[in-house]
């Protein structure tokens, strides 16, 4: 009977191998299912497939689940169910898990904070050849987080191993080590190359790097044809601020048509950070009266992009860009007014620009007025004044009045009784537009929500995007 039970048991294990081995096709054909369906927006698809695979333990689902409920992909961002399916990958082999587990014990995100297992989940997953886990353990010695002593070399070691994968995030760290070390040409290079895989992050720095690059030889006394700094006008402690009119409008109007490849080759030189092209073609067109021209001019000199720094002639583009209706203009003219950055203050034309423009829906210049209001500085101090202007700037999509509209709410500012539901629905748009310091207090505020509630405020916030904003205001 004993040898019957036994031989029983054998082939009871011999099908239950027999059906695993059968039906490994099939799962790699359902994860293949999911993934191309994530990679295809299709989340309904990629969650059902991912599901049911990560239940039997495929780590890969598991990771994907993950990302899923971190990144809000068909389902409401949850990031204790995100750090659970990251577990359970992690466990099952999948490296990657680990970069994301390690960002999330740091922040104390979706539960505990842990420096130790922060830097536990780092080193495991980059000692195991996980490019994401590289990167992570890079920024944490480039950062000096999670406890480890701040190190450019160990930085640039694990950046090195990301980006030789290609793991594109990692081009940008080379950049900035290689920037701080003086290497430019590595520099430039790495910033590059993060650029030519579609990072537009590399384009400032690189921008700078050229800029500064073009200085040095201007300095050097080379012959590149250089804009004189002595072209300001301005002076004195008052500018009288002249505002568009239509003869003005018709006359840059022609100008543009006459000279629009040439403002094209020059804007893109500009936004691609070669100034001394940008300035070769723009300076010229200024000088006719291209508003946007004009405008670009401000910049350079006001940032010192490709020309020496002149912020009294930053002011003579911006007010002539200004007048030919370059509303951006406007807004820069009078943050150097208030500021003094030119050299004098005049806050009260500043003022004017800036209720001007803010009328008119320019969110910067609403959410500068509600600092304003908001400090009292030149004006009598007023929060209700200031969460209106604030309020205005949400509405324009501006993340920085979402972000001080939340604050309103939260904390009742203003007039604005506390009300924590608007303060989570403006905390989450915030949020989406990459305001870091959103999510802190959008997840403060998820805490202590049943899942059903948390559903229900999820809900508002995509109806809020949907509607472009309008009802989504008590005040």
């Known amino acids: 009977m004993k ?6 048991l054998m082939r009871v294990i011999m099908w239950w191998v027999a059906m695993a081995l059968w039906t490994l096709p099939s799962f790699a054909q359902d994860f293949d299912k999911g993934l191309s369906a994530y990679l295809d927006g299709e989340y309904a698809v990629a969650l059902k497939e991912f599901h049911m695979l990560a239940e039997l333990g495929d780590g890969e689902a598991q990771f994907y689940l993950g990302e899923m409920y971190g990144l809000a ?11 659970k399916w990251f577990l359970r990958a992690s466990e099952q082999g999948n490296f990657d898990a680990d970069s994301r587990l390690a960002l999330l014990y740091l922040h104390g995100v979706g539960g505990e904070q842990s ?20 990167f992570t353990l890079a920024e944490f010695y480039e950062k000096g987080h999670a406890g480890v002593a701040q190190s450019d070399e160990d930085a640039l070691k694990w950046y090195q191993l990301a980006a030789d994968k290609g793991f594109t995030p990692a081009y940008l760290g080379l950049g900035r080590l290689y920037e701080k070390i003086d290497d430019i040409d590595n ?106 021209a004009q405008y670009y001019m401000g910049e350079m000199f006001d940032r010192g992009l490709g020309i020496n720094k002149n912020p009294k002639a930053a002011v ?61 500085n030149d004006v009598p101090q007023s929060d209700k004044i200031a969460v209106r202007w604030y309020s205005e700037a949400a509405k324009n999509g501006n993340p920085t009045g979402m972000f001080q509209l939340g604050l309103a709410y939260y904390h009742s500012v203003g007039g604005v009784n506390r009300d924590h539901d608007m303060a989570y629905i403006w905390f989450s748009l915030a949020d989406e537009e990459g305001v870091e310091e959103a999510l802190v207090y959008k997840d403060l505020l998820a805490k202590p929500l049943t899942k059903a509630q948390l559903q229900k405020a999820n809900k508002r916030v995509t109806e809020c995007r949907q509607r472009k904003f309008k009802g989504c205001f008590l005040l």
């Open 187 to 292: 520099a430039k290079r790495w910033y590059q190359r993060a650029i030519d895989e579609g990072d537009e992050y590399g384009r400032k720095p690189l921008a700078r790097l050229k800029a500064q690059s073009a200085d040095a030889k201007q300095t050097a006394g080379n012959n590149r044809k250089v804009v004189s700094s002595s072209s300001s006008s301005s002076s004195g402690s008052s500018i009288a601020v002249e505002y568009p009119d239509e003869a003005a409008r018709k006359s840059s109007d022609r100008v543009w048509e006459d000279d629009k490849d040439d403002f094209l080759v020059g804007a893109n030189a500009y936004l691609d950070g070669d100034f001394s092209l940008a300035l070769e073609f723009l300076y010229p067109l200024a000088e006719k009266g291209v508003p946007f």
């Open 3 to 8: 040898q019957i039970r036994q031989s029983i």
């Open 115 to 134: 420096d130790t297992l922060a830097l536990y989940h780092a080193r495991r997953g980059a000692d195991n050849n996980s490019d994401a886990s590289q």
């Open 73 to 83: 992909h068909g389902v409401e961002r949850d990031l204790f169910v995100a750090r």
């Open 316 to 376: 003579k583009w911006f007010k002539a860009a200004y007048k030919n209706g370059v509303s951006r203009a406007g807004h820069n003219l009078a943050y150097i007014y208030f500021t003094g950055s030119a050299g004098f203050v005049d806050r009260q034309t500043a003022l004017k620009i800036y209720h001007k423009e803010a009328k008119a829906g320019n969110s910067l210049s609403q959410v500068n007025l509600g600092h304003i209001y908001s400090t009292g």
